[in-house]
């Protein structure tokens, strides 16, 4: 447990720390309005779109195999069949977390696609402007696309960490034992 905070605490300085050198030297700029802040929800909600069903569907199944690796680590007499396999489902439910990413990334990309040119004709494209087309692709979907791919890899990436930090050293223990008996 200590371990955990620790790495908590370094990984929090040094995104403050980068985050601090990239807004003071000008490479970053924040701007932040108070809308997201008041209403959480519907700013995931506008990112994200229907993508929060299967993401928060994972998230939620990432936590119980946790919760069941965690619990068979403890226990007295470990199936090794039965931790490979929870192993092996946390895995994929890992990769899958990209897998979504990328998917909604082409679902919104069509969409967007779809919403940009629905309807125009010969004659209504030379009439379109370049930021009438972008606002078109920006309302149609580029946003679900560009969140989702975002969302899928940053929670991806993050989910392999934190697998690490909470089963990692008792896994460990567990399998070098297990080897050390066997001699």
């Not at 569907?57 to 936590?63: C, F, I, P, S, T």
């Not at 680590?73 to 489902?89: G, P, W």
């Not at 990334?105 to 402007?129: F, K, P, R, Y």
């Not at 008792?170 to 080897?179: F, K, N, P, S, T």
Request: charged share 15%.
């Amino acid at each position: 447990m200590k371990n955990m905070i620790m790495v908590l605490f370094l990984s929090l300085c040094w995104t403050a720390l980068f985050l601090g050198l990239g807004i003071f030297s000008g490479i970053l700029t924040v701007t932040a309005s108070q809308a997201w802040l008041l209403n959480p929800l519907a700013f995931v909600y506008r990112h994200l779109r229907m993508s929060v069903v299967p993401f928060g569907a994972l998230l939620m199944l990432y936590g119980w195999l946790i919760a069941r690796i965690r619990g068979i680590l403890m226990e007295e007499e470990v199936d090794l069949a039965r931790l490979s396999y929870y192993d092996r489902l946390l895995n994929t439910t890992i990769a899958t977390f990209f897998g979504v990413g990328v998917i909604w990334t082409a679902v919104g990309m069509e969409s967007a696609l779809m919403h940009a040119l629905d309807g125009i004709s010969g004659g209504d494209a030379t009439s379109l402007t370049a930021w009438g087309l972008l606002k078109e692709l920006v309302n149609g979907g580029l946003l679900l696309a560009l969140s989702t791919t975002v969302v899928g890899g940053v929670c991806g990436y993050l989910l392999k960490m934190l697998k690490i930090v909470l089963i990692g050293v008792q896994w460990d223990r567990r399998i070098l034992g297990m080897e050390t008996e066997r001699g």
